[in-house]
């Protein structure tokens, strides 16, 4: 079993997700692997020097899945949340 994430580790994780997909030359359109090699360059780029193996980009190709599996269906409750407080139109 590999190590727990961290907080820090998952704002880094997600800051590099975001800026892969708004990629202009690349963007969404581009397969899996070259997605997640895309997302480990820009981990790498973010990501202290003095990291232990095992953490941050030297998860390897688990990062992309972690988020996909374990960030985003809470990321997505919120937004739905805050869709239904929105639509209501709050006068405060």
Known sequence: MGKQWKGTEIALACKAYVSSTLNPVRGADQDFLAF???I???LEAISPADCQDGTYHKRGIRVYPYLRDNVFPD???FNKALRIVYSSQPTG
């Open 40 to 42: 480990l360059a820009k």
């Open 36 to 38: 997640n090699n895309d």
């Open 75 to 77: 990321i997505q409750k």
